[in-house]
C-alpha cells in the first residue's frame, strides 16, 4: 500500500548535523489521507521512542530530548517528510525510522543508522 524509503544517516561528531529525509510513494488513495508523519528512534537495549511528528494543519511535536535541536518538516505535494538535527550529542546515537499514519494503521520504514562519536 505505502513504502516508505529513509536517507540520510551516517556518522557525526558530536555537535554536527545531519539532515534524515523519508520519501512515501504507493497507492495514491492512502497517501491522500496520510495524517502523521515522523520519526522514532531506537537505541540498542532501550525501547523505541517517538522523537518528532507533523501533520497538516498541526503544529509539530518534539520529545523533550531533541526540543530546540531537531526540525521536522513535511513538504505534502510530495509525500517528504525532513528531520534537521543539529548540536547532535552522544545519546542522539540509534536506528531511526520514519513512520506513516492513515486510517487503520501504520507504516514504517527500514531505519536508519545515526552514530554520533568523537
Known amino acids: 500500500q505505502v513504502q516508505l524509503v529513509e536517507s540520510g544517516g551516517g556518522l557525526v561528531q558530536p555537535g554536527g548535523s545531519l539532515r534524515l529525509s523519508c520519501a512515501a510513494s504507493?497507492?495514491?488513495?492512502?497517501?491522500?489521507?496520510?495524517?502523521?508523519m515522523g520519526w522514532y528512534r531506537q537505541a540498542p537495549g532501550k525501547e523505541r521512542e517517538l522523537v518528532a511528528r507533523?501533520?497538516?494543519?498541526?503544529?509539530?511535536n518534539y520529545a523533550d530530548a531533541v526540543k530546540g535541536r531537531f526540525t521536522i518538516s513535511r513538504d505534502n505535494s510530495k509525500n517528504l517528510v525532513y528531520l534537521q538535527m543539529n548540536n547532535l550529542k552522544l545519546e542522539d546515537t540509534a536506528v531511526y525510522y520514519c513512520?506513516?499514519?492513515?486510517?487503520?494503521?501504520?507504516?514504517w520504514g527500514q531505519g536508519t543508522q545515526v552514530t554520533v562519536s568523537s
Open positions: 504507493g497507492n495514491i488513495f492512502v497517501l491522500n489521507i496520510m495524517g502523521w
Open positions: 507533523i501533520n497538516r494543519g498541526h503544529s509539530p
Open positions: 513512520n506513516a499514519a492513515a486510517t487503520g494503521r501504520d507504516y
